[in-house]
């Protein structure tokens, strides 16, 4: 992201009883040529047959399309609520519909619910119910209405966190003094690449061939240069509806390649409108008949990978003298680089190579404008002397309660030796 500016004030998205209704994202039926047609009434019998035989596949589209995009709400105080959770992986999203008496405004008013962890790789068959807490409420695109989409976690049916569930965690260091003061500030640039359904080669690629070369796909427009351009304009405009606080979207150097950029938010809330965000674009991109990856390097070779860069700044750091609580923050990440590399996604090792705007992932590394260094920061922010910086190892696959909490934890709640950081200071050439 090139600018931190004032994050949203949704800590828990709030849908307020009396909101605009607005239509719910539905495939488009294209009948007019039809009814051109049929008001040929000299058409021979062969026409009027074909025509015809349209219509009455156009009409079943049509009622079924009627159905998706029924407003129950004059009918009904009753809404469907979408319970969304990470499954066993890590990363991959599951959901499953429930019907809620009357419209919400918060998670605390929505019931707890179970689902079957044996099949999700979450709990063993023997013992499998896994119970989902709401955490975060969202206005959902696809139902419209007064309807939303449920942000979960996990947990045993004796209240303990299964494994998986990364958000508890994240929600206790969100949650220190320490850090609830600082006020912790996230911009993340979220990376994906859109792929041909059957034979897993990215969107607008000769099937076994590949394009052109790197240079011209960048935010580049034309019909051979940007794929996929609806399903990234149809996410940004339901992830606006859904009151996702998303900045920004562009075509990405690899073609097939996007990226959008959610933020700035503060602490958990960061994590939870990622989430929510990676879910509308797996339903999008199921609607359009399009694979969704988030491998950080999906095609290997001279292509740029796929990240998840984290810009992160605490009230401290946008303040004045600032500049010098973001070296000490560089400083200490510098001391943990192991630990964060473990924790910023699988695969990340295929991507972080010193080549393709990437520093090496062996390597701590730190610049002004340098998008070839671990960590880098602003000109803007150089020159004010307080801002923020940009953690570029995450990979696109990254899970972002894991990744903020983690920045957070290192730079405001851990503290290494005086040793330890002289040393550090003196080989990243440093002076804090």
Known sequence: ??????????????????????????????????LKQNKKATAKNTARFRVFAAQSENSTVNRLENLLNLDITPYTDKIIAEYIWIGGSG????????????????????PKWNYDGSSTGQAPGEDSEVILYPQAIFKDPFRGGNNILVICDSYTPAGEPIPTNKRHRAAEIFSNKKVAVEVPWFGIEQEYTLLQTNV????????GGYPGPQGPYYCGAGADKSFGRDISDAHYKACLYAGINISGTNGEVMPGQWEYQVGPSVGIDAADHIWCSRYILERIT????????????????????AGCHTNYSTKRMREDGGYEVIKKAILNLSL?????????GEGNERRLTGKH?????????????????????????EKKGKGYLEDRRPASNMDPYVVTSLLAETTILWEPTLEAEALAAQKLALKV
Not at 200 to 207: C, F, H, N, R
Request: glycine residues 6%; charged residues 20%; proline residues 9%.
């Open 286 to 305: 199921e609607q359009a008949g399009v694979v969704l990856s988030l491998d950080p390097k999906p095609i290997e070779g001279d292509w740029n990978g």
């Open 336 to 344: 943990r680089h192991n630990e964060h590399i473990n924790a910023y």
């Open 1 to 34: 992201m090139a600018q931190i500016l004032a994050p949203s004030s949704q800590w828990q998205m709030r849908i307020p009883k009396n909101s605009a209704l607005a239509s719910p994202m539905t495939a488009k039926v294209w009948s007019s040529l039809l």
């Open 91 to 110: 990363i991959d999203l599951r959901s499953k519909p429930k019907t809620i008496a009357k419209p919400v405004e918060h998670p605390s008013e929505l």
């Open 200 to 207: 897993k080669w990215p969107l607008g690629w000769p099937v």
């Open 357 to 381: 705007e990437t520093a090496n992932i062996n390597t701590f590394s730190w610049g002004v404008a340098n998008r070839g260094c671990s960590i880098r920061v602003g000109r803007d922010t």
